[in-house]
């Protein structure tokens, strides 16, 4: 599967992003799916993922309550909705998949989409 993040730019401190991964190919519900980031000088970080179905969901205890990760199934699509941003969100973002039937690493990953949220 072949993933591209898109959505990221730049944003005061308390607005709000949407960011998209399409991914191509087909059975896009054999994946789990996620999003990482990575803020300059650090490691890349977990941030939100949602299940194959759509039904289970799980944030980093610094994003809960102000994202929220959804899928529609149809499109080949996974979304991050980003609310109250502060600038420790600034990151590039990366959105993942894994086979459904693994644990572990995420096996495909996409481009990135910068996000820079302003003070």
């Known amino acids: 599967v072949q993933l591209q993040a898109s959505g990221g730019g730049l944003v005061q401190a308390g607005g709000s992003l949407r960011l998209s991964c399409a991914a191509s190919?087909?059975?896009?519900?054999?994946?789990?799916m996620g999003w990482f980031r990575q803020a300059p000088g650090k490691e890349r970080e977990f941030v939100a993922s949602?299940?194959?179905?759509?039904?289970?969901?799980n944030y980093a205890d610094s994003v809960k309550g102000r994202f929220t990760v959804s899928r529609d199934n149809a499109k080949n699509t996974v979304h991050l909705q980003m609310n109250m941003l502060k600038p420790e969100d600034t990151a590039v973002y990366y959105c993942?998949?894994?086979?459904?039937?693994?644990?572990?690493?995420?096996?495909?990953w996409g481009q990135g989409t910068e996000v820079t949220v302003s003070s």
């Open positions: 190919g087909r059975a896009f519900d054999n994946y789990n």
């Open positions: 993942a998949a894994r086979p459904r039937t693994t644990v572990g690493d995420y096996a495909y």
């Open positions: 949602v299940s194959w179905s759509g039904s289970v969901t």
